[in-house]
């Protein structure tokens, strides 16, 4: 195997392009047999091997500086720079994360697993090096319809000024995770059509030199490119056109389904689709689709992953008109939502925890200073294992804390349909509802409550001397919570289900003092700023004992649930355990 000959970038530099060619097709075999037995993203990776053979074939990494925007496509360039290891062991599949990491290797700049930010990097790095008067290569890499992100606009209009080198390595393999959205993609396929030369070309337009390259993944046209802008003096983009999914027939002709993953994937490639039970997804599309035909004012929008809420392809064509994808970029989205509800529409938008916070000012000032009556479903907010870049733990205390906005955590189906129905119709208030990440739960009966009184907390069951408030999906885990106090302290527990994570129940709480002495919080997040400070700021004055349960404010990386679980006390054992020791003090 070439491989065998590569452990460095500097190993690369002694062979041919034939034996590149080689290599290409080893990384590949590499990247599909590691993402099919572990997951991961492998359309965009499969995509970029030949531009990053040729990156650290004429540039001299770490001396030369690679910013890579979102790092998923930077399994090539980990397999280059000595962490070959991590694709060739199974064992040491896990060993490295699925994006550029500083502490793995002194080739990888930043930690980096959002979107749109190379640039912005780029041009710090470049003008921090100008300052100290050194002459390293400054290299973005960005695509994937990463250029929709209003960063991404914001770090070219400041790149195309420095007056020094920044080269701006522009990926267009013509998609995003979905098919891409905006104008700037129909200037990307003129220059495709006209080979580079189109007098409309809107890098030119704002200061850069710009260099195209028909097939980036042609290593010998990727080195002559690559080598005629190095050691440039002024900024300059390479637009490279590249195959997403090169490699990999099914990837190839399946781009949006095969930018990520899951473990096992192409093994199921042959076999016959099974009908996904009902679960939260399958709800809500099916809601939107219902709501549409009735009322031509609804319209649903995301962000660039319409395949984390379920938007298929069939979805999408249904939903026509009434269904806007913005690309990636979340702080549009909240303001484009936000004028559309004020104007008279119904819409609803879905994002994914971790990016919504990219658009906090958007919330404040764009949305919640302006009451608009949004319907915003937040998906796969909780503690898990994911890796430090896509955390969704940190949704509650950034929306929750924002005035106007009203926040709900539904625990069963029946509460969630009540919620959503209501947010699309009410005209008064910013909603956002955190779409339960567990396994679908109905109760099989319909919830009445009137959501339009605020912060009315439900008892669920009545007890006493311990009051257990079971938020949104840890409300199965108060319920087992209950059970073990009663089996262990011999103490019927209260039971409540909060459904507001924006306001406290004052009523409600007040009553407890009556004949309780103890309040757990459960809540699927971060503490710090979360639902369950809110409780304890109630009861800050009084002789009511509180402990919050959730997350600790950390940026965990691939730290397995069970782990997280018990490291913050969220099992019924570690909590009864908790128990015993505030009321032994209390007592």
């Given at each position: 195997?070439?491989?065998?000959?590569?452990?460095?970038?500097?190993?690369?530099?002694?062979?041919?392009?034939?034996?590149?060619?080689?290599?290409?097709?080893?990384?590949r075999e590499l990247i599909i047999k590691k993402v099919n037995a572990i997951g991961g993203h492998m359309a965009p990776n499969l995509g970029i091997v030949e531009t990053?053979?040729?990156?650290?074939?004429?540039?001299?990494?770490?001396?030369?500086?690679?910013?890579?925007?979102?790092?998923?496509?930077?399994?090539?360039?980990?397999?280059?720079?000595?962490?070959?290891?991590?694709?060739?062991?199974?064992?040491?599949?896990?060993?490295?994360?699925?994006?550029?990491?500083?502490?793995?290797?002194?080739?990888?700049?930043?930690?980096?697993?959002?979107?749109?930010?190379?640039?912005?990097?780029?041009?710090?790095?470049?003008?921090?090096?100008?300052?100290?008067?050194?002459?390293?290569?400054?290299?973005?890499?960005?695509?994937?319809?990463?250029?929709?992100?209003?960063?991404?606009?914001?770090?070219?209009?400041?790149?195309?000024?420095?007056?020094?080198?920044?080269?701006?390595?522009?990926?267009?393999?013509?998609?995003?995770?979905?098919?891409?959205?905006?104008?700037?993609?129909?200037?990307?396929?003129?220059?495709?059509?006209?080979?580079?030369?189109?007098?409309?070309?809107?890098?030119?337009?704002?200061?850069?030199?710009?260099?195209?390259?028909?097939?980036?993944?042609?290593?010998?046209?990727?080195?002559?490119?690559?080598?005629?802008?190095?050691?440039?003096?002024?900024?300059?983009?390479?637009?490279?056109?590249?195959?997403?999914?090169?490699?990999?027939?099914?990837?190839?002709?399946?781009?949006?389904?095969?930018?990520?993953?899951?473990?096992?994937?192409?093994?199921?490639?042959?076999?016959?689709?099974?009908?996904?039970?009902?679960?939260?997804?399958?709800?809500?599309?099916?809601?939107?689709?219902?709501?549409?035909?009735?009322?031509?004012?609804?319209?649903?929008?995301?962000?660039?992953?319409?395949?984390?809420?379920?938007?298929?392809?069939?979805?999408?064509?249904?939903?026509?008109?009434?269904?806007?994808?913005?690309?990636?970029?979340?702080?549009?989205?909240?303001?484009?939502?936000?004028?559309?509800?004020?104007?008279?529409?119904?819409?609803?938008?879905?994002?994914?925890?971790?990016?919504?916070?990219?658009?906090?000012?958007?919330?404040?000032?764009?949305?919640?200073?302006?009451?608009?009556?949004?319907?915003?479903?937040?998906?796969?907010?909780?503690?898990?294992?994911?890796?430090?870049?896509?955390?969704?733990?940190?949704?509650?205390?950034?929306?929750?804390?924002?005035?106007?906005?009203?926040?709900?955590?539904?625990?069963?189906?029946e509460e969630y349909l009540s919620m959503l129905d209501w947010a699309v119709n009410q005209t008064r208030y910013p909603v956002a509802i955190r779409v339960p990440s567990?396994?679908?739960?109905?109760?099989?009966?319909?919830?009445?409550?009137?959501?339009?009184?605020?912060?009315?907390?439900?008892?669920?069951?009545?007890?006493?001397?311990?009051?257990?408030?079971?938020?949104?999906?840890?409300?199965?885990?108060?319920?087992?919570?209950?059970?073990?106090?009663?089996?262990?302290?011999?103490?019927?527990?209260?039971?409540?289900?909060?459904?507001?994570?924006?306001?406290?129940?004052?009523?409600l709480l007040e009553n407890l003092k009556s004949n309780h002495s103890l309040v757990i919080t459960l809540e699927d997040g971060v503490l710090d700023g979360g639902f369950?400070?809110?409780?304890?700021?109630?009861?800050?004055?009084?002789?009511?004992?509180?402990?919050?349960?959730?997350?600790?404010?950390?940026?965990?990386?691939?730290?397995?649930?069970?782990?997280?679980?018990?490291?913050?006390?969220?099992?019924?054992?570690?909590?009864?355990?908790?128990?015993?020791?505030?009321?032994?003090?209390?007592?």
């Amino acid at each position: 195997m070439i491989l065998d000959k590569v452990n460095l970038p500097c190993d690369l530099k002694c062979l041919s392009i034939d034996e590149m060619n080689l290599l290409a097709g080893e990384i590949r075999e590499l990247i599909i047999k590691k993402v099919n037995a572990i997951g991961g993203h492998m359309a965009p990776n499969l995509g970029i091997v030949e531009t990053t053979i040729a990156m650290h074939y004429v540039f001299n990494s770490p001396v030369d500086k690679f910013i890579f925007d979102v790092s998923h496509q930077c399994y090539p360039h980990k397999i280059l720079t000595g962490r070959k290891d991590g694709f060739t062991v199974p064992e040491n599949y896990l060993k490295y994360t699925g994006y550029t990491a500083p502490e793995e290797s002194l080739h990888d700049l930043f930690k980096i697993g959002h979107t749109s930010t190379s640039v912005s990097l780029a041009v710090g790095v470049a003008k921090a090096r100008d300052l100290q008067n050194r002459k390293e290569n400054v290299i973005a890499l960005i695509g994937d319809g990463s250029l929709t992100g209003g960063e991404a606009m914001e770090g070219l209009n400041n790149a195309a000024c420095l007056g020094s080198n920044i080269i701006i390595i522009v990926n267009d393999n013509d998609m995003s995770i979905a098919e891409n959205h905006g104008g700037i993609y129909k200037n990307l396929k003129l220059l495709r059509d006209t080979n580079g030369t189109a007098d409309c070309n809107f890098f030119k337009s704002i200061g850069f030199d710009y260099l195209y390259v028909d097939d980036g993944n042609n290593i010998e046209k990727m080195i002559k490119a690559l080598e005629k802008v190095k050691d440039s003096t002024h900024p300059v983009v390479v637009h490279i056109n590249t195959l997403k999914g090169k490699g990999l027939e099914v990837a190839e002709n399946n781009k949006e389904a095969f930018h990520w993953i899951l473990p096992g994937t192409l093994d199921k490639k042959d076999e016959k689709v099974v009908q996904n039970t009902e679960d939260y997804t399958s709800l809500t599309t099916n809601y939107m689709l219902k709501k549409a035909k009735e009322d031509s004012s609804f319209i649903v929008v995301n962000a660039a992953t319409p395949g984390v809420f379920g938007f298929s392809k069939e979805f999408r064509t249904k939903m026509d008109k009434q269904y806007t994808d913005v690309g990636i970029a979340e702080e549009h989205a909240v303001a484009y939502t936000s004028a559309l509800a004020k104007m008279g529409a119904k819409p609803i938008f879905a994002v994914m925890s971790s990016f919504i916070q990219r658009a906090y000012d958007q919330l404040s000032q764009d949305l919640c200073l302006n009451s608009s009556p949004v319907t915003m479903l937040v998906y796969w907010g909780g503690i898990s294992n994911a890796d430090a870049t896509h955390l969704c733990v940190f949704d509650i205390p950034l929306i929750s804390n924002i005035p106007n906005m009203v926040y709900l955590a539904p625990t069963c189906k029946e509460e969630y349909l009540s919620m959503l129905d209501w947010a699309v119709n009410q005209t008064r208030y910013p909603v956002a509802i955190r779409v339960p990440s567990c396994e679908l739960i109905s109760s099989g009966v319909n919830d009445n409550t009137d959501y339009s009184i605020l912060n009315k907390y439900e008892i669920k069951e009545k007890g006493e001397e311990i009051a257990i408030l079971g938020l949104g999906s840890f409300f199965g885990l108060a319920q087992t919570l209950k059970d073990e106090i009663k089996k262990t302290l011999s103490i019927n527990a209260t039971l409540i289900n909060p459904k507001f994570i924006t306001g406290i129940d004052s009523e409600l709480l007040e009553n407890l003092k009556s004949n309780h002495s103890l309040v757990i919080t459960l809540e699927d997040g971060v503490l710090d700023g979360g639902f369950g400070e809110k409780i304890s700021r109630f009861y800050s004055n009084s002789d009511m004992k509180v402990i919050n349960y959730g997350a600790m404010k950390e940026f965990t990386d691939r730290v397995s649930l069970k782990e997280l679980y018990q490291r913050y006390h969220l099992t019924k054992e570690l909590i009864v355990s908790d128990i015993q020791k505030i009321l032994q003090k209390v007592r």
